[in-house]
């Protein structure tokens, strides 16, 4: 872990760069790149980000439907439609959403970490088991978030 930490630092800019891209087309390849960086830089055992879209209308007249969605998994993601639980977690954090990521439970014997911001005013909510959490990592999540707040690309 701290490995990849020293990577994802030396290479934060670049890593910035290629999300931001991401984000205006593809929401879904953008979570899921977070969702590995994310992984291999805190060293979760599983991960959850839920986070919103859109889902385009299948018929004329119809509207475009917010979303929730979540990326998760174990070792791979597996991205699917959110449904009541992810509704739940996303209006049980709503009055914590900030730009920065923020820390909003940790048990630091048992391991589950549940983290929120947002990302170009878009909530986000991070569900992670994980075996410990260092200054330095919460540091690069931090600045990982705060950098895709800009438009760099």
């Known amino acids: 872990v701290l490995q990849n ?15 931001n891209s991401l ?5 879904t390849a953008f979570f899921e790149e977070l969702w590995a960086i994310v992984r291999r830089n805190l060293g979760t055992s599983e991960l959850t980000i839920v986070y919103n879209d859109m889902k385009k209308a299948k018929k004329e007249g119809e ?3 917010l979303i929730k969605v979540k990326v998760h998994g174990t070792a791979k993601t597996n991205p699917e439609e959110g449904g009541e639980l992810e509704d739940k977690h996303m209006n049980n954090y709503e009055k914590l959403f900030q730009t920065e990521f923020e820390v909003v439970e940790f048990n630091k014997e048992k391991g589950p970490l549940v983290a929120v911001f947002t990302i170009k005013k878009s909530p986000v909510v991070l569900m992670a088991n994980l075996y ?7 540091s ?5 978030v705060d950098g895709l707040q800009e438009n760099w690309v």
């Open 5 to 19: 930490n020293l990577s994802l630092l030396e290479e934060l800019t670049s890593v910035i760069k290629h999300l």
């Open 132 to 138: 410990g959490l260092t200054r330095l990592q919460k």
């Open 63 to 65: 509207k475009n439907k």
């Open 23 to 27: 984000w205006p087309n593809d929401r």
């Open 140 to 144: 690069l999540m931090k600045a990982l």
